[in-house]
């Protein structure tokens, strides 16, 4: 098992930048793919950005690519999304999670993700 904890949300105006950090403990984190995810109210959670266990291979969605980036630290057990050019539309709770032991670390889909943090509130204002 392993714990998640997500922090760096906030209130942004449009066209600015957050960066936000999600720290992990109980399990051996540098062996381990990472995700982030966001939903905003009423809609299902939506996959933004993964990354390997080494940080060597990194994917995005459409919606993002070009303005987010995903990096690791396997020294502090912490990964990071740096989100720039930021817009009204990205407005959504923002979850890091863990991937689940066996799964391609490619595979979009959230059954594939085993832990998750408690979520970060990222508002974009117009």
């Known amino acids: 098992q392993v714990q998640l904890v997500e922090s760096g949300g906030g209130l942004v105006q449009a066209g600015g930048s957050l960066r936000l950090s999600c720290t992990a403990s109980?399990?051996?984190?540098?062996?381990?793919?990472m995700g982030w995810f966001r939903q905003a109210p009423g809609n299902e959670r939506e996959f933004v950005a993964a990354?390997?266990?080494?940080?060597?291979?990194?994917g995005y969605s459409g919606s993002v690519k070009g303005r987010f980036t995903i990096s690791r630290d396997n020294a502090k057990s912490t990964v990071y999304l740096q989100m720039n050019s930021l817009k009204p539309e990205d407005t959504a709770v923002y979850y890091c999670?863990?991937?689940?032991?066996?799964?391609?670390?490619?595979?979009?889909?959230?059954?594939?993700?085993?832990?998750w943090g408690q979520g970060t509130q990222v508002t974009v204002s117009s």
């Open positions: 999670a863990a991937k689940r032991p066996g799964s391609n670390w490619s595979n979009q889909r959230p059954t594939t993700y085993n832990n």
């Open positions: 990354i390997n266990w080494s940080g060597a291979n990194i």
């Open positions: 109980g399990r051996t984190f540098d062996s381990t793919a």
